[in-house]
């Protein structure tokens, strides 16, 4: 009798598993994307938080999505020290593909504003992923030279802004003040709340 109660305590077990394996693998392709790559795990989920409250932003994604091109986005501080994000002006090749990288730096800001700003970025990605004479890193600083304005050259960068980009950002803001906010959206800003020491 007492094998076969621990048997059947394995099977619940066994079952159990096998359950919370498949809503997991659920919940990490619900968050998957084919273009955009994020491996830090919060701006991985302002990344979905983005795609799930502003449709501009799932645009964005779908627009890269249905290009060749890869986005690799990741933390840290851009050339220009100013900018809290930045798409940087070199093209690379990752497994047959073209990418370009974003930085971004999330530190004391709220997660709507980051994410508006990878947005701004995403957008700057794009431009390069639809401008079919872009290449390599030359071509990609000469398109930005043509569709945008210098704000910063300096020795160790040149800046440049796009109407577009800016606009994006703008909305993308906008929506996300109108959409609801999610459970992980409250739960990066607590985390952003934390990290900052003039919250208590």
Known sequence: MRRRIDRLACLVALVAFVGATNL???????????????????????????????????????????SDWLVFVQPGPCPEKAAVACLLHTVAEFEGSPYVRVLVNFNHRHPDNVIATLAHELQHALEVAQDPNVKDTATMRALFERIGTVRVRSGSATTYETDGARRIGEQVLRELGAAPKTRGDKLAAKREDRSDPSNP
């Open 24 to 66: 997991l693998a659920q919940s990490d392709s619900s968050h998957s994307f084919k273009s955009v790559k994020v491996s830090q795990a919060l701006l991985r989920q302002l990344l979905a938080e983005g795609f799930a409250r502003s449709k501009t932003f799932r645009r964005l994604v779908d627009g890269l999505d249905a």
